[in-house]
């Protein structure tokens, strides 16, 4: 070889060596996690999408992850299994995430975790609570508790406290909202009650006037609703009011929004329902959280704990990724063994089902506030 020819070869070489540095240290300084949620449709307003953008942004602004910045791609899962899988597929394939934050709502949690699964790709799921949940992989954790511990504590306030003995329930045909249903079904009528009107109604629908039709011959005296759309609870709401319909009501940890409580407190006073204990007032993670997500979207967030929950889940992976780096294998035993983490959603427990513990409390409407019970 000429010494031109071997000078150009030692140039040609210089230039990839250096390419290969500036690509590697790109990918060095950034952290790339998966969050899939709803951007786009009706359960977009549990606002999952911008408490985990506030969570990024401040991890960032405090200097990232170990001096690296967090990237987390956001990708519309719709609450459907067909978007969820889409984007699941894409996050694991294009983007090559080892860590998926979501779904944010059972549907979407569902058609991901056999995926992550499958490619031991750790997926931290929030705003899903049902007990299909449970057990569903090596990889597959989430924050929330399972839904139908509510149940039980509405069921002995309506026959043991408030003496009733008739009792309609209506809910959304998913994941979330029939367990629910079936489970207080179960304790009423354990504990000497009927449940005389008992009507499910398809995740597309808004005109609910023959089913409260039912509710108002069978003189019950307490209704649940467990819908999975905030939209559906509060047309729910808005037509039980309208239809002159007046029955002690009880609804599912979704339903209570406090922008709809604040926008028709009429149609929400002395609504009894159950959920996790969050206090933005007394708790100082909770109250900043709060406050910070006013500062950012001018409005406060729409689902309390649900929304707080979303946020908790990048710091949870960020404290993950900064004690175990970006493992799955050593990130899915932090989890495992996650206890008495205290968020902005309140103390997190993770249990050898991998499901979220949090302990549950009856709440009520009272003057556009909720007060315990």
Known sequence: MSKRAQFWTVIVLAILVVIIFIASSGDSGTIKVGYISDLSGSVKKYGAYEAGKLAMDEINKAGGIDGKRLQIIFEDGKCNSKDATNAATKLISIDKVKIILGGHCTPESAAIAPIAEKNKVIML???????????????????????????????????????????GVIYEQTDYARPIAEQFKTEIESRGGKVSVYEGFAPDSNDFKTILAKVRAAGIDGLLLSPQRPDAGLNLMK???????????????????????????????????????????????????????VDAFGYVPPFGIFTAESYDGVYIIADAIREYGNNPDNIKGYLAGLKDYEGASGRITINEKHDGVRTYVAKIIKSKKQVLY
């Open 125 to 167: 799921a929030g705003i899903t609570s049902s007990p299909v949940m449970s057990s569903k992989g090596e990889y597959i954790f989430r924050t929330t508790s399972v839904s139908t511990v509510q149940s039980g504590i509405l069921a002995e306030i309506a026959v043991n406290k408030l003496k009733g003995k008739n009792f």
């Open 239 to 293: 037509q039980l009011s309208d239809l002159g319909i007046h029955t002690q009501l009880f609804g599912n940890d979704i339903i209570i929004s406090q922008p709809q409580i604040d926008s028709f407190p009429w149609i929400y006073e002395g609504m009894i329902f159950a959920g996790p204990n969050y206090d933005p007032v007394n708790n100082p993670k909770s109250k900043k959280f709060h406050n910070s997500f």
